[in-house]
Nanobody
């Protein structure tokens, strides 16, 4: 079924920017929600952002609102997460995830069925 591959992580200084990519393959004619999660050492996995393929609706966690932007390129089957004004507390493994689209599902890990392997983002001097 669906496969997701993240890329774009790395080491960046505080205040810097990174753009993560999530390439999704195995789509059917169904609509999917594509989400970004992150997990820092010693912390629970948390939702970061979500975009719906059906209408492009976006959602952001309060902790990243105004700094991160999720977007999509349908021709490339790719979802992006542009991360600006990065802070040390943004350091985490970032995962993209997918599920069949729903108007009612919250941005929580158990709601998503398909996951990438993750990409490390480190914000540090």
């Amino acid at each position: 079924q669906l496969q997701l591959v993240e890329s774009g992580g790395g080491l960046v200084q505080p205040g810097g920017s990174l753009r993560l990519s999530c390439v999704v393959s195995g789509f059917t004619s169904d609509y999917y929600d594509i989400a970004w999660f992150r997990q820092a050492p010693g912390k629970e996995r948390e939702g970061v952002s979500r975009i719906r393929s059906s209408d492009g609706d976006t959602l952001y966690a309060d902790s990243v609102k105004g700094r991160f932007t999720v977007s999509r390129d349908n021709a490339k089957n790719t979802v992006y997460l542009q991360m600006n004004s990065l802070k040390p507390e943004d350091t985490a493994v970032y995962y993209c995830a997918a599920r069949r689209s729903s108007l009612l599902v919250s941005l929580i890990p158990v709601a998503y069925d398909y996951w990438g392997q993750g990409t490390q983002v480190t914000v540090s001097d």
